[in-house]
């Protein structure tokens, strides 16, 4: 498959799995959270008890693709530029590694909120601060890439030299 094809699918799939994953907290937390607050308990925990079994899933799938084409987007980055021989700029590393260390914390608590272990029932008893926080963070992070895609526009030029100039032949 040609690299530049590979390229623009992974992004695809790294955007919506981003636009999926935090679109959906922003529903549950701004939208689904509000409106059962007005339900009975029990018809609020059947709720969301089947809202989890199927968000579960798109959790899961998020994150997987997420960290595939991450990961992909970051390893290419670094090899374009240094085939180039073109620096990254400087703060390149360190908000990467703000924003992959947020990613995880994210990822972190998008499956407690959407799981069934017992170890982080605590956190689903807490689902406004919970998601609040999750919210937030996917906020920083998605003004983290931005950051990032602006910071590298050298692998999307041509490698090829560019073409001289006629009048330098000129005395």
Same mark, same amino acid.
């Given at each position: 498959?040609?690299?530049?094809?590979?390229?623009?699918?992974?992004?695809?799939?790294?955007?919506?799995?981003?636009?999926?994953?935090?679109?959906?907290?922003?529903?549950?937390?701004?939208?689904?959270? &509000?409106?059962?607050?007005? =339900? =009975? =308990? /029990?018809?609020? $925990?059947?709720?969301? $008890?089947?809202?989890? %079994?199927?968000?579960?899933?798109?959790?899961?799938?998020?994150?997987? /693709?997420?960290?595939?084409?991450?990961?992909?987007?970051?390893?290419?980055?670094?090899?374009? /530029?240094?085939?180039?021989? *073109?620096?990254?700029?400087?703060?390149?590393?360190?908000?990467?590694?703000?924003?992959?260390?947020?990613?995880?914390?994210? /990822?972190?608590?998008?499956?407690?909120?959407?799981?069934?272990?017992?170890?982080?029932? &605590?956190?689903?008893? %807490? &689902?406004?601060?919970?998601?609040?926080? @999750? *919210?937030?963070?996917?906020?920083?992070? *998605?003004?983290?890439?931005?950051?990032?895609?602006?910071?590298h526009s050298g692998p @999307?030029?041509? =490698?090829?030299?560019?073409? %001289? @100039?006629?009048?330098? @032949?000129? &005395?």
């Amino acid at each position: 498959m040609d690299p530049n094809a590979l390229g623009l699918i992974l992004r695809w799939l790294h955007i919506i799995s981003a636009i999926t994953v935090v679109g959906g907290a922003i529903f549950m937390r701004f939208v689904l959270l &509000p409106t059962l607050s007005n =339900e =009975e =308990e /029990f018809v609020r $925990q059947r709720i969301q $008890q089947s809202l989890r %079994k199927r968000w579960a899933k798109l959790v899961a799938l998020g994150i997987l /693709f997420l960290l595939v084409s991450g990961i992909y987007t970051i390893v290419t980055t670094i090899t374009g /530029f240094k085939k180039i021989s *073109v620096e990254l700029p400087g703060y390149y590393h360190l908000v990467f590694a703000i924003k992959f260390l947020l990613a995880l914390i994210i /990822f972190f608590i998008a499956s407690a909120m959407a799981g069934k272990s017992p170890g982080t029932e &605590p956190m689903r008893q %807490k &689902p406004k601060l919970w998601l609040t926080i @999750n *919210v937030a963070l996917a906020i920083v992070v *998605v003004c983290l890439s931005g950051t990032l895609r602006m910071a590298h526009s050298g692998p @999307n030029v041509s =490698e090829k030299p560019a073409a %001289k @100039n006629v009048d330098q @032949n000129l &005395p």
